[in-house]
């Protein structure tokens, strides 16, 4: 049988699905040599545009010590970005981006995975040829979902076009983890005889409670990369166990081309710190048919239902999920990824919460039926929905909206002439408070598996040149720390 290679999602993906990105780079540090040296075909290592405003406005804390101490750390497995130097939640200028881009493979971040929200591979051939000019390689994703108009032929046809683009490899990606193992028997032998020789990479989220499964049955139709992460960042909405899915593809004859074994310790940085943080820790799930009504990522759900509880309507938290899929539905059947799902579940609870629907939309569901955010969007939606969207003052202003096209030197002028291009990109993609924030904290301090919380709080304390006197008290316990004045 072929070996199966596989890809760490732990500190990216892993972390992504189950902590939203609250990973600090103190906790990712201490285990990068491991990871490193476990015998990884890649590691995914940052989503950069979302990672950079997650670390400076919530953990407030910067975001190229992540990238520059992680590099040093893992220097023999090659690393990945996730994401391009196009879309996301907001639009960015192409000038950004690509200075974002260009800025990690100096770093020796040199693989991206790259996506187009509806799988349009023409539109994305364009950005996947700019990844290479700027030192990156892509692997170009296939998003898989579940909708009346998503055929075998439909799927024949995008795998045709995403390797028409010849890309180095491609991933089929289930980032809703909606795939059954009889679906995978059906649908990918087609999918790889359409891509021919380029490798195919799977990337399965386990919402249903079927990833684990799903990865076996793709080792055997004859996918040899596999996306894994560590407990207990895996499972869940996350992907499925590095440790458990060596265990049953060896059982079944495989050979696994990674020391499982040496990354147990991973497996105890990260659960420790888990249970000291309050961070979640993925466990297997019960399959959920009603997953493929709505479609809306775990992620998401709790977004929902934070929204909803706010103005006391917590309660109907069913009602929203089965609006999400009246509006997927209406809007020609999306595939529930970044930022396509966001429209969706935004604009269903807003359905829900004002008991009138559509009588309120966001700009970015007008963006969408414009077709702004995927020009497939215009042809499939619902007609009378579209007009009904369109049909407001709004709109017309945003007609006259064209994409930000500023050059690097526009954005040298707006945040900063005299700006490191780190800094600058700081800014962009962190807010013009971000170098502030950054440099108001101290460098990471590594997070031991062992240490215990008031340690880390000292150490992360006492490296600050800014502070002259640290006390801290309790009604049992008084410490204070002065600096000598002459050091």
Not at 113 to 142: K, Q, Y
Not at 239 to 258: D, H, K, M, W, Y
Not at 314 to 342: C, I, N
Request: a neutral charge; one cysteine or more.
């Amino acid at each position: 049988m072929t070996a199966i290679r596989f890809i760490d999602t732990t500190i990216r993906d892993g972390q992504q699905s189950l902590w939203a990105l609250g990973m600090r780079t103190g906790m990712m540090v201490p285990v990068a040599q491991r990871l490193d040296a476990a015998g990884f075909d890649a590691i995914e290592f940052t989503v950069p545009a979302v990672q950079i405003k997650k670390m400076v406005r919530d953990l407030r804390e910067d975001f190229w010590p992540w990238i520059r101490m992680g590099t040093e750390q893992m220097g023999r497995t090659p690393l990945r970005m996730t994401g391009g130097y196009l879309g996301g939640l907001a639009k960015f200028s192409g000038a950004a981006g690509k200075l974002l881009v260009q800025t990690l493979a100096n770093y020796g971040v040199r693989y991206a995975r790259i996506s187009e929200p509806w799988n349009d591979f023409e539109f994305l051939a364009a950005e996947h040829a700019g990844m290479g000019e700027l030192g990156m390689t892509s692997i170009v994703n296939i998003i898989y979902t579940v909708s009346p108009r998503h055929t075998d032929e439909y799927w024949v046809n995008r795998a045709k076009a995403a390797a028409a683009l010849k890309p180095w490899r491609i991933c089929f990606k289930d980032v809703g983890g909606l795939l059954t193992p009889e679906r995978v028997r059906e649908l990918l032998p087609k999918v790889l005889r359409a891509v021919g020789k380029i490798p195919v990479e799977f990337h399965g989220h386990c919402n249903n409670g079927l990833g684990p499964v799903n990865l076996l049955e793709m080792a055997k139709v004859g996918v040899s990369i596999m996306h894994c992460a560590i407990p207990p960042l895996a499972n869940a909405s996350s992907q499925p166990s590095l440790f458990t899915s060596v265990r049953n593809l060896r059982a079944l004859g495989f050979e696994c081309q990674i020391d499982d074994e040496s990354l147990r310790p991973v497996e105890h940085h990260f659960t420790a710190i888990a249970k000291r943080e309050n961070l979640a820790i993925g466990m297997p799930t019960e399959f959920d048919q009603s997953v493929y009504q709505h479609q809306v990522p775990g992620g998401m759900i709790s977004n929902m239902r934070h929204q909803l509880k706010i103005i006391g309507m917590e309660h109907r938290m069913p009602e929203a999920l089965e609006e999400s899929a009246r509006v997927r539905a209406e809007f020609g059947y999306p595939v529930m990824v970044t930022p396509l799902s966001q429209f969706v579940g935004s604009q269903a609870a807003i359905n829900v919460m004002t008991g009138a629907r559509y009588r309120q939309v966001t700009d970015e569901v007008i963006h969408y039926a414009l077709g702004n955010w995927g020009r497939e969007a215009v042809n499939v939606m619902d007609k009378d929905v579209r007009a009904l969207i369109l049909n407001r003052p709004r709109a017309e202003e945003l007609r006259k909206w064209t994409p930000p096209d500023d050059s690097l030197a526009d954005l040298r002028r707006k945040y900063g002439a005299n700006l490191s291009d780190e800094q600058l990109l700081l800014k962009i993609y962190g807010g013009d408070d971000a170098l502030d924030i950054a440099a108001a904290q101290p460098s990471p301090v590594n997070y031991a598996a062992d240490s215990k919380p008031l340690i880390d709080l000292i150490r992360q304390l006492t490296l600050s040149d800014k502070r002259g006197t640290i006390s801290l008290s309790n009604a049992d316990f008084s410490l204070t720390l002065k600096r000598n004045a002459e050091h």
